[in-house]
Nanobody
């Protein structure tokens, strides 16, 4: 069992930056890929970014490339998502998730956090 707890969401103005983090506990080891997904009201959940267990490989949704950065601190069992140049359409509940490999496919993720709200004002 892996427990994931997100933190760091909040309100930011369009064009601003915000970071969210996800602390993992339980049977994590370091052999877990991590991903970030988001879901806005009335929309389906979508992939945002993912990172493999070593941190050597990352994936991003095209619209996030250059604006979002995923990273991880294996010693702290924590994964981060730094979001720059935020747009109102980035507003959503952001979820972190854990999978054997950090790839962009939601059905590969077995463990999910409770989510953290990101609000972007225009």
């Amino acid at each position: 069992q892996v427990l994931l707890v997100e933190s760091g969401g909040g309100l930011v103005q369009a064009g601003g930056s915000l970071g969210v983090s996800c602390a993992a506990s339980g049977r994590t080891g370091t052999y877990y890929g991590m991903g970030w997904f988001r879901q806005a009201p009335g929309k389906e959940r979508e992939f945002v970014a993912a990172i493999n267990w070593s941190g050597s490989q990352t994936f991003y949704l095209d619209s996030m490339k250059g604006r979002f950065t995923i990273s991880r601190d294996k010693a702290r069992n924590t994964v981060y998502l730094k979001m720059n140049s935020l747009k109102p359409e980035d507003a959503a509940v952001y979820y972190c998730a854990a999978a054997p490999r950090g790839r962009p496919y939601a059905d590969e993720y077995s463990y999910w956090g409770q989510g953290t709200q990101v609000t972007v004002s225009s």
